[in-house]
């Protein structure tokens, strides 16, 4: 019996010191353990998330706005519009294409003045400011506003149309600025803020999550452009293009530049940044050149990618790579042997994705480079070697052909792709797009949508055509022109003769 009550005795005092241990010496395991399934409260003052990422300190909008609103100023832009085309079949949707393809809306009174609104922010504290390049381009007047209301006159340095990417100066010393992170590392999913004047509503501050990555808008027609737009929900609307969109850590990681709006022209939810890492280059090259620099080899290659009939009929073994759609005489690709229906797989031994993926890293090579490239011709594999050329100033061009005004008309090439949009049965020729009131060619009746055939009796399809001819006369002299008028789907030619001013 004493035996007994000694072994239960025993067993009573180690049951006592094992608890003492454990909760005493191990105070952790009095935490409860909390499944995902889970959806109770935690208890008040319960320590159970103390290792874990806080959503409050992740997620502190006002630090991020008080650190990088005052980077962000308005920006008001003087400009004169001029007439550009009437109504046109194929309305609608194709006005924002016409928008950035001409640079002025479609149906503007000739010559008024307009101030259009946008944002952008400082980047350097002696007065650099990153925005929009359809902000501030053709401007005539640039004011800049900052959050303390103190007003700038500023000066562009440079702008690039492809990327929609423009830098300005303001004669100030030191400026709040903001800071350009690494877009690269931005994940789908993650919260942004977007910060600009949107519809006049100065200083907006609005949230939302990357949406998506890499997306390509097609907003050049035929020019060439370089898109590769990060997509949020934040809200954007107009007046917030050229401002930042920041990430978590005060860096800004786009810049906002286009949205996709309803029937009303309103935020629906997806808006569209330019990464900040595409944005320093063409800011660097600005800075220092006035201009953008980049590499070309003389393909063109379609926005699509490549679907599975089109890998079956060239015999690839995925999907991936950059089809070439056509190869251009004397250029570098030409010289190097490079066909159509080639398809591009690596370029310095680095994989190339898709279409998009060649053309940016092409265009970011310093002309004079040689570059060797893998391709797939017909199955089987071929390297090639590729010197790379510089890519024609798409703004010296414009500016080369700008002086066509000087006999009251100005004019762009007529494309297929432009014929089809606009539903011309005319494919070849030069489109009017202007035409001043005070000219001779107003008086003979001419308008924006008509199509000149020829000069002197000269076949034109290009500007260059047009200036060679144009050129050579003299104020007081004549220009004989065959010009086409659609109307209803009708066509008719007439032969008219327009006297230089």
Same mark, same amino acid.
């Given at each position: 019996m004493k035996k007994v009550v000694w072994i239960s005795l025993t067993s009573f005092l180690l049951g006592i010191l094992l608890a003492g241990y454990v909760f005493v010496y191990l105070p952790e395991k009095r935490a409860p353990q909390k499944s995902f399934l889970d959806n109770s409260p935690a208890p008040l003052g319960s320590d159970l998330y103390a290792d874990q990422p806080q959503a409050k300190a992740d997620l502190d909008f006002v630090k991020i706005s008080d650190k990088v609103g005052p980077a962000v100023v308005k920006i008001e832009c003087e400009k004169v %519009? $001029? &007439?550009?085309?009437?109504?046109?079949?194929?309305?609608?949707?194709?006005? @924002?294409?016409? @928008? !950035?393809?001409?640079?002025?809306? $479609? &149906?503007?009174?000739?010559? &008024?003045?307009?101030?259009?609104?946008?944002?952008?922010?400082?980047?350097?504290?002696?007065?650099?400011?990153?925005?929009?390049?359809? /902000?501030?381009?053709?401007?005539?007047?640039?004011?800049?506003?900052?959050?303390?209301?103190?007003?700038?006159v500023a000066k562009i340095i440079g702008s690039d149309p492809q990327t929609d990417v423009a830098l300005i100066k303001v004669e100030a010393k030191g400026m709040p600025f903001a800071e350009l992170g690494d877009s690269s590392q931005v994940r789908v999913g993650e919260w942004v803020l977007a910060i600009g004047n949107p519809l006049g509503m100065e200083h907006t501050v609005t949230a939302g999550i990357v949406s998506a990555k890499g997306r390509?808008?097609?907003?050049?027609?035929?020019?060439?452009?370089?898109?590769?737009?990060?997509?949020?929900?934040?809200?954007?609307? !107009?007046?917030?293009?050229?401002?930042?969109?920041?990430?978590? $850590?005060?860096?800004?990681?786009?810049?906002?530049?286009?949205?996709?709006?309803?029937? @009303?022209?309103?935020?629906?939810?997806?808006?569209?940044?330019?990464?900040?890492?595409?944005?320093?280059?063409?800011?660097?090259?600005?800075? %220092?050149?006035?201009?953008?620099?980049?590499?070309?080899?003389?393909?063109? /290659?379609?926005?699509?990618?490549?679907? %599975?009939?089109?890998?079956?009929?060239?015999?690839?073994?995925?999907?991936?790579?950059?089809?070439?759609?056509?190869?251009?005489?004397?250029?570098?690709?030409?010289?190097?042997?490079? !066909?159509?229906? @080639?398809?591009?797989i690596e370029l310095n031994d680095q994989p190339i994705e898709n279409n998009n993926d060649l053309r940016m890293k092409i265009a970011d090579i310093k002309p004079g480079t040689a570059v060797t490239l893998k391709i797939i011709r017909d199955g089987k594999e071929k390297t090639v070697t590729v010197t790379v050329a510089e890519m024609e100033d798409t703004q010296q061009k414009a500016s080369a052909v700008s002086t066509t005004t000087d006999v009251g008309l100005r004019v762009a090439s007529l494309t297929p792709n432009l014929a089809r949009r606009y539903g011309l049965k005319t494919i070849k020729g030069l489109l009017i797009t202007e035409v001043d009131s005070s000219s001779?060619?107003? !008086?003979?009746?001419? &308008?924006?949508?008509?199509?000149?055939?020829?000069?002197? $009796?000269q076949k034109v399809s290009t500007e260059e055509e047009w200036e060679a001819v144009v050129s050579k006369k003299k104020s007081g002299e004549a220009l004989l022109l065959l010009i086409r008028r659609e109307t209803d789907g009708q066509m008719q030619d007439s032969i008219v003769s327009i006297r230089i001013p």
């Amino acid at each position: 019996m004493k035996k007994v009550v000694w072994i239960s005795l025993t067993s009573f005092l180690l049951g006592i010191l094992l608890a003492g241990y454990v909760f005493v010496y191990l105070p952790e395991k009095r935490a409860p353990q909390k499944s995902f399934l889970d959806n109770s409260p935690a208890p008040l003052g319960s320590d159970l998330y103390a290792d874990q990422p806080q959503a409050k300190a992740d997620l502190d909008f006002v630090k991020i706005s008080d650190k990088v609103g005052p980077a962000v100023v308005k920006i008001e832009c003087e400009k004169v %519009e $001029r &007439q550009s085309m009437p109504n046109l079949p194929g309305g609608g949707p194709g006005d @924002d294409f016409w @928008d !950035r393809f001409f640079g002025s809306p $479609r &149906q503007r009174p000739q010559s &008024q003045k307009v101030t259009v609104q946008g944002t952008g922010f400082f980047v350097s504290a002696d007065g650099y400011i990153i925005t929009n390049n359809h /902000i501030v381009e053709n401007g005539q007047k640039v004011k800049v506003y900052t959050v303390q209301s103190d007003e700038y006159v500023a000066k562009i340095i440079g702008s690039d149309p492809q990327t929609d990417v423009a830098l300005i100066k303001v004669e100030a010393k030191g400026m709040p600025f903001a800071e350009l992170g690494d877009s690269s590392q931005v994940r789908v999913g993650e919260w942004v803020l977007a910060i600009g004047n949107p519809l006049g509503m100065e200083h907006t501050v609005t949230a939302g999550i990357v949406s998506a990555k890499g997306r390509q808008l097609g907003l050049g027609g035929e020019v060439q452009t370089y898109e590769d737009f990060i997509q949020t929900d934040a809200a954007i609307n !107009r007046g917030n293009s050229g401002g930042p969109l920041v990430n978590m $850590r005060a860096e800004v990681i786009g810049i906002t530049s286009n949205i996709l709006a309803g029937a @009303d022209g309103g935020n629906i939810g997806i808006g569209f940044a330019i990464p900040s890492n595409m944005a320093k280059k063409v800011v660097s090259q600005l800075k %220092e050149k006035g201009r953008v620099v980049r590499g070309k080899i003389g393909v063109t /290659i379609l926005n699509q990618a490549i679907d %599975e009939d089109t890998r079956k009929l060239l015999n690839l073994p995925n999907r991936k790579g950059a089809l070439i759609n056509s190869v251009t005489p004397g250029d570098p690709a030409d010289k190097a042997g490079i !066909r159509q229906y @080639d398809v591009v797989i690596e370029l310095n031994d680095q994989p190339i994705e898709n279409n998009n993926d060649l053309r940016m890293k092409i265009a970011d090579i310093k002309p004079g480079t040689a570059v060797t490239l893998k391709i797939i011709r017909d199955g089987k594999e071929k390297t090639v070697t590729v010197t790379v050329a510089e890519m024609e100033d798409t703004q010296q061009k414009a500016s080369a052909v700008s002086t066509t005004t000087d006999v009251g008309l100005r004019v762009a090439s007529l494309t297929p792709n432009l014929a089809r949009r606009y539903g011309l049965k005319t494919i070849k020729g030069l489109l009017i797009t202007e035409v001043d009131s005070s000219s001779d060619a107003a !008086r003979k009746g001419l &308008q924006p949508g008509d199509i000149v055939l020829e000069v002197n $009796r000269q076949k034109v399809s290009t500007e260059e055509e047009w200036e060679a001819v144009v050129s050579k006369k003299k104020s007081g002299e004549a220009l004989l022109l065959l010009i086409r008028r659609e109307t209803d789907g009708q066509m008719q030619d007439s032969i008219v003769s327009i006297r230089i001013p």
